[in-house]
């Protein structure tokens, strides 16, 4: 396997469609779509001292592996990351024979132009954990819950699925709802998101934030919009959004911004109204 370095914007155009083809055949992510990274790379990726990294391998013309990579400047290093680190989830490298994963990462590390790499959000089950294994050290883990649903729906499963006092407080927390109007969820996967609703989760995650005095992605609302419209933008042309929200008469209280691929249903990013978090919002949203 021959392994490269795309370090430069024009040649990360060069292989878009190469990248598109080659996720088409064998992507377990989502966002390892090509679309996803350039949307991320346009709004985000160029602050913050960053420069593309993006590792491809080609095997007689053809591109068989890629890991969109960046490297980031921090603290006096230069740090190796999954480009979209600090928005996306879910991150893995594109691999058609996994026997090319330690070409690729010995390749990645022969490459030079950073100092340490910091390779988050990783997988037990993904295509290169076992490799990164062999050749770093884990920092920290977090659990995933996989969540098989099954039975009928609507509201048929609550005799089967809750306990009678879970019944009773799903009953309670929707009446509280019903006090400022007609409560209704509405789900959202064809077509241009409605900007209400989008622009609702801005407001809301922007609230939270500053509340609960957290750094991140929106410390800057009016980019994390640019971020999350483009990203909309981009589920919507690829057929993967799944975008909810609960109302209280004509307000907005709770959004999902999250997607489907291959059949699952991916939590990514929630919503909900200060106001109302008493009500034990996100409980009663799933």
Request: charged share 20%.
């Amino acid at each position: 396997m021959d392994v490269r370095i795309t370090s430069s914007e024009q040649e990360l155009l060069t292989i878009f469609d190469n990248w598109r083809d080659l996720h088409l055949r064998i992507g377990r992510s989502f966002f390892n779509d090509p679309a996803f990274f350039t949307a991320w790379w346009d709004i985000k990726g160029r602050e913050g001292n960053r420069v593309l990294h993006v590792a491809t391998g080609w095997n007689e013309g053809r591109l068989v592996a890629l890991a969109p990579l960046v490297v980031v400047r921090r603290y006096g290093l230069r740090i190796l990351e999954w480009g979209g680190a600090n928005v996306f989830d879910y991150n893995d490298m594109l691999l058609e024979d996994h026997a090319g994963c330690e070409a690729m990462w010995h390749g990645i590390r022969a490459s030079k132009g950073y100092d340490v790499g910091f390779i988050r959000g990783m997988e037990a089950n993904s295509t290169c954990y076992g490799a990164l294994r062999g050749i770093g050290r884990p920092l920290r883990n977090n659990t995933i819950y996989r969540i098989n649903l099954e039975g009928p729906c609507g509201v048929a499963w609550r005799a089967e699925a809750l306990s009678s006092s879970k019944r009773k407080a799903l009953r309670r927390q929707e009446r509280q709802l019903h006090t400022k109007g007609a409560f209704s969820f509405h789900v959202h996967g064809t077509g241009p998101a409605p900007p209400v609703v989008i622009s609702a989760l801005i407001r809301q995650k922007a609230a939270w934030s500053s509340h609960n005095q957290k750094q991140g992605l929106f410390d800057d609302p009016s980019s994390a919009a640019t971020l999350l419209e483009s990203m909309a933008e981009v589920a919507a042309g690829l057929g993967t959004m799944h975008l909810s929200w609960i109302c209280s008469g004509d307000e907005i209280l709770a959004v999902h911004f999250g997607f489907i691929y291959q059949n699952v249903l991916y939590y990514y990013m929630p919503s909900y109204h200060l106001d109302w978090g008493h009500t034990r919002l996100a409980k009663s949203y799933l």
